[in-house]
Structure formats: C-alpha cells, structure tokens
C-alpha cells in the first residue's frame, strides 16, 4: 500500500509507543525466569509479536490484559516445527542463544530481509561455550542442537557488526554450568543496546561485571527471579515525531524518559546541537518549527537514528556530516543506500561512502519513495514530505506496524495531508 502525502503545518499532542527493545528483552528474560512476570506498558508491533510467538511454541504462556501482559516463565519445551522470527533480528538472534536451553533441535528461520542479515560470528561465539550451533554459511537459518544446558567458559566475539550477538549471549550465560567471560575483540558499537540488556538481566535479579567500554564481561552464575517491569516511551520511534515538530509546526510529545539508556535518546542532543526550539516541560517535549544548522555527528551508538538525522541535516543550513554508518547495510535494508537515493530524488545534494553521509541542506520536492518496505525510511521520508513541493508517495506503507503501528493515525492527528492511498 502507498501513501500519498502533500506540504502541511502540524500541531497538537503525541504518545509514543513502548520500547521495543526493551519488551523484547522482557519478555525473553521473563519466559526464562522460573515464575510469573508481569510487564506493564508493552509495545504490541509486528516484532515484539514475532517474540511472543517463538516463546509461545517454547510453551510460554503469555496472558494479555488491557495494558498487561503476564508471563508464566518455566523450563522451555522443544518445538517440532521451525521458530519462525518475521523480520525480527532481535528475536533471530537472542532466541538463537536461548535455544541452547532447550533439550533437542531448533530451527530458526526468518523472512526474506532477516535471511539475509549476518549471524555467524554469533554462532562462532556459541560454538566457544559448549553450544551445538550451525547457520547457512553465516546467515540464518540457524540451527541448535541443545541439551538443556550450557558449558560455559571464555568466549569472544566483534563488536563492529551487531551489539545483538553480545546480549544474546549475556542473557543465557547465569544458566550456564560454569562462568562465562565474553571479550568482545573490537570497539562495540551500539553500546546502548547492551547497556540496556545490562539493565534489563538487573530488574530479573542478575547483575555481570562489565568493563568502562563494555568489551570484557564476567556473569555470574544464578537464575533469573521474576518481576514487575515498567516498558518506556520508545526513543526510535519519538525520534520521528520531534523531527516533525522541528521541521513542521509544533508539538508535545509524551511518554519520554529523559534520562533513559536508550541509544536514540541521543535524538535530544542531536537537535540541541542543530539548534532547534526545543523545551522539556513536566508535561513533555515541546518542540517547534526551527531554522537548523548542519552537524557533524558520529552515529556508531544510534545508527538507526541515521534515517531521519539525514531528513534533518536535509533541511539545515550548510552541509552536514554523517559517520558511523557502516553497520546500516545490514538493517532491514541497506539504510545507508536507500536513504541516499531517496534524498537525491527529493533534489538533495548527497554524497556517501561506506561509512560517510554528506548532505547539503535545500528545498526538497516530492517523489516516489521506495522504502525497501523498512519502515525506518517509510517514517522517514514521510517526515520530510512535510516540507516539500508536491506530492511524496510511500511505498510499503504499512512497514511501519513492524515498531509503531499507530504512526499513520498519529501522523494524521496532528494535521498531516494524507491525500489518498493506492495499491
């Protein structure tokens, strides 16, 4: 489905959704815990429902309550059929480690996006502590052989290609049957995201000795206890509706934690930096239409903020520079590329390496965006038809039920022209 979208002024109020890191990592923590969690304020999006539904045939149980979402955590059952994991590259990749606690083979396997996002050198650290762990020549599907338990001992592994294969492997190692060490052999990036499993293994009562630049880990052995667990405002997703404010109108937004872990907090500083109107208010964000100016910026910690930082830099005076995007190659799509070429149909000067974003700030004019149905760059250049000539349409429209699926109807609340859609 596409959208067809025109130029318009915006105002009014938005909730954002939950995080979705973070329900994801809840609800895995949760179904590994002997006992019943609870998780308040969950995000229900296509990902996290790949989660629940790969712990589900594990035989969790999830009970769903208006804003509620109660899990009974056990021991994990064996699947006969394979885990099927949408296009979720959290739920691949942490549930990967997690098959080793089952007793026999489990196959996961994922859509034709994630089937192409790289898993070996999470296998190959697996493989370090005991765990019978095999992939399609570094790419899913992935295949364990469990027996119920894991060996243990030192294991490494890159950081540079996803900060998912260290958390994934921290939250299975206090179940293991000796300590697990993991060194990550280069810089990690995305530290956030594992600061943010960190966090989340401490509300289910464990708590690693991690080093200052999180490459040396030390878990100790125990098992998880169960809780209650708050989710938060998801900063991604915020992240999209502040830019509209900032290029467009104004608006509140609310449900944020500003003193979050998260990586795409750094949103906030980003915008500061490019000297948008931006006040934080008991109440919420407010921000407001702005003249911006270029940044340079090095996104390796948040480069699923690259989408809509480079719809920002797109409106700045002068010419911004964009680093730490290698990694955005193997996203959903390759974000880098498909942003760029985005841009230079809207009539952006862009020029890019494989770790380099330029982009010259000007008028844009609409076209006919192809998302590569990721639904980082459906929001993003919906953002940025907000401000340009013409008519922009949306490919893949309906990609973005993948992390916020009310973005169309909030979007449209707060005065979006939504002309029409087509197939």
């Not at 509300?203 to 100790?220: H, T």
């Not at 109108?249 to 500003?258: A, E, K, S, V, Y």
Request: charged fraction near 20%; aromatic fraction near 4%.
């Amino acid at each position: 489905m596409n959208k067809i979208l025109k130029s318009s002024s915006i105002s009014g109020s938005v909730w954002v959704p939950s995080s979705k890191s973070m329900t994801h990592r809840a609800l895995i923590l949760a179904a590994i815990a002997d006992g019943m969690t609870i998780i308040r304020n969950p995000l229900t999006a296509e990902d996290t429902e790949a989660t629940e539904k790969v712990l589900g045939k594990l035989g969790t149980t999830i009970q769903k309550k208006e804003n509620e979402w109660r899990v009974n955590g056990s021991k994990l059952s064996h699947s006969i059929t394979p885990l099927n994991c949408g296009e979720s590259g959290t739920t691949l990749r942490i549930m990967t480690a997690v098959a080793s606690l089952v007793k026999g083979k489990t196959k996961l396997i994922g859509g034709p996006s994630l089937s192409n996002r790289p898993v070996g050198a999470l296998v190959d650290a697996l493989r370090m502590i005991g765990i019978d762990a095999k992939s399609n020549d570094g790419y899913p599907p992935t295949i364990i052989q469990g027996t119920g338990q894991i060996k243990g001992g030192k294991t490494s592994l890159p950081g540079n290609i996803s900060s998912q294969f260290v958390s994934a492997i921290l939250i299975i190692s206090p179940l293991a049957t000796n300590p697990v060490t993991i060194e990550v052999s280069t810089p990690l990036e995305s530290k956030p995201y594992v600061s943010m499993t960190l966090d989340a293994m401490k509300e289910f009562g464990v708590q690693c000795k991690a080093s200052s630049d999180l490459r040396l880990f030390q878990i100790p052995l125990m098992n998880y206890i169960p809780t209650q667990i708050t989710i938060e405002g998801d900063w991604s997703s915020a992240a999209y509706m502040l830019a509209a404010g900032v290029l467009a109108g104004n608006l509140i937004i609310h449900g944020l934690n500003t003193q979050s872990g998260q990586s795409d907090q750094l949103i906030l500083d980003i915008l500061n930096k490019m000297g948008a109107n931006l006040r934080i208010k008991k109440e919420g964000i407010e921000v407001s239409k702005s003249i911006l100016n270029c940044i340079e910026y090095d996104l390796s910690d948040c480069p699923d903020l690259f989408p809509i930082v480079s719809v920002l830099c797109s409106s700045a005076r002068g010419v911004s520079k964009l680093t730490g995007l290698e990694r955005l190659r193997l996203k959903e799509s390759d974000r880098l590329q498909a942003m760029v070429d985005g841009l230079l149909q809207m009539g952006v000067d862009v020029k890019t390496d494989s770790n380099t974003c330029l982009i010259r700030g000007g008028k844009t004019k609409g076209t006919e965006i192809n998302t590569y149905n990721d639904h980082r760059i459906a929001m993003a250049f919906s953002i940025l038809s907000l401000i340009s000539e013409g008519e922009t349409i949306i490919q893949y429209s309906e990609s973005v039920s993948k992390s916020y699926p009310l973005f169309w109807e909030d979007f449209l609340n707060i005065g979006a022209n939504i002309v029409g859609d087509n197939i």
